[in-house]
């Protein structure tokens, strides 16, 4: 069983490259993608966030009847979604309404980091294995050569290269991930805000419902 694991070794080697090279196309893909579609969203945010700054400055809590018609932004769909529950309902259950939207929306946000954060933790391993079979082949083939350390030395440097591309895997995909929490983090702290701000509202209303 020794001898055929070993004769696997160059197979399994190349295989690992082939895993990390696909491997990084994915992370490069899911990288740009999250990249534009949460900048787009942080914008948005930012831009609900000056607004919702405005608010809190001139104490106008009715301008966020207006605000929720802005239904294009997380937040603005959230606070609609908040301002009908008060009209319909009254206050109570408003936080619980805030919520479950943001649980909701949460997946969206968070989309293909999963994978990321997998490749991150990962991919250094996925090389380390490539290397360690690389080095077994190596030592196979200066067996086969009589003790030749030329072709030893030469195949422990390929044997290194699936350690080196498993790091240039792993590096931009953490790097990746955690820029992309942050954002994330960012947006839901500004839903936050506008629930606190609805709450306020509802309870300045006297949480009445609309007749």
Known sequence: MTDNFFAMAQVAHIVTLYLLIFLSVLSLAFILERFFTLTKIKNDSARMGERLR????????????????????????????????????????????????????????????????????????????????????????MAQSQGDATAVMLGISKALVATAIGLMVAIPAVIAYNYFQKQVKGVLQNLESVKELCLAYAKSSGGSKRT
Do not use: C, W
């Open 54 to 141: 405005e608010i809190l400055q001139s104490n106008s809590l009715a301008d966020l009847e207006e605000l929720g018609k802005e239904k294009k932004t997380l937040e603005g769909r959230g606070l609609s979604y908040g301002l009908r529950h008060v009209h319909e309902r009254g206050v109570n259950g408003l936080e619980e309404i805030f919520s479950s939207y943001a649980l909701n929306e949460r997946p969206n946000l968070e989309k293909y980091l999963g994978f990321l954060a997998t490749v991150g933790s990962n991919a250094p391993f996925i090389g380390l294995l490539g290397t360690v079979f690389g080095i077994m082949d190596a030592f196979r083939g």
